[in-house]
């Protein structure tokens, strides 16, 4: 599903990671984890072609298996619109649309239509209980609610992989508890990989693997048993 391997980020003169070689398997749910600076966050966002990495003898990044470095532009943003999704700490949704245009704006990226991408919309919602709420905007939503639609987004194209960037820090602690049940429900459901940034022990721990991320390597890689 996803391999990498050697992959390297400078900022200037700083190196930020430093030779990281991964992979992840189809319907895993993989945490990362590590203190602040560590490079949890940029890895993330190279797995997730938000960002590029500083290529050397050796680097590749597979996704499903298509190799990512060398594409384009406009093709590596069509491929990450269609086979991926992101769930960010704060929700990002656009305050102007409701939940539901919310959810279908990635479909109509997409150019898929109009009227299968609003179905299929109410079905995400109503998945997440939010059937009460298509006409809502993000301000007259709680917290919880904010971040579920923003899983319905990230899932309305039907992703291979999702990215996770501490979806659960803006929570209170029954709304995180119900959204990490709810990544493991989606994975049991519909096979789909997560890639979870966290500080929370209690979601990084619940993952089939943890990564624990030192000084921009991976140093260890813990299988966990449920």
């Given at each position: ?11 200037d ?5 430093k ?7 189809k ?17 993330l ?17 597979f ?7 060398g ?17 960010f ?5 656009l305050?102007?649309?409701t ?6 704006i ?8 109009p009227?299968?991408?609003?179905a ?14 298509y006409?809502?905007k ?11 639609v923003a ?9 291979a ?25 989606l ?11 966290t500080h ?7 993952a089939?693997?943890k ?9 260890n890689?813990e299988?966990?048993?449920?």
């Amino acid at each position: 599903m996803i391999v990498a391997r050697n992959i390297h980020k400078y900022y200037d003169k700083l190196e930020v990671l430093k030779g990281v070689d991964l992979q992840i398997k189809k319907g895993e749910i993989v945490s990362i984890v590590g203190a602040s600076g560590a490079g949890k966050t940029t890895l993330l966002q190279i797995l997730g072609t938000l960002d590029k990495p500083s290529v050397e003898n050796g680097t590749d990044l597979f996704i499903n298996g298509q190799s990512i470095l060398g594409m384009q532009d406009r093709e590596l943003s069509k491929f990450r619109n269609l086979n991926l999704g992101f769930i960010f700490q704060f929700h990002q949704l656009l305050p102007e649309f409701t939940a539901l245009e919310n959810v279908c704006i990635p479909a109509f990226i997409a150019g898929k239509k109009p009227a299968e991408v609003e179905a299929d919309a109410k079905k995400l919602l109503d998945y997440l209980n939010l059937s009460h709420r298509y006409s809502h905007k993000p301000s007259e939503l709680s917290g919880g609610e904010q971040q579920r639609v923003a899983v319905a987004r990230a899932l309305i194209n039907k992703p291979a992989v999702i990215f996770a960037d501490e979806p659960s820090g803006n929570l209170d602690t029954a709304s995180a508890e119900n959204l990490h049940q709810l990544f493991f429900q989606l994975r049991d459901e519909f096979d789909q990989t997560f890639v979870i940034v966290t500080h929370n022990e209690d979601l990084a721990d619940m993952a089939d693997r943890k990564l624990v991320m030192i000084d921009g390597k991976i140093s260890n890689q813990e299988i966990l048993a449920h």
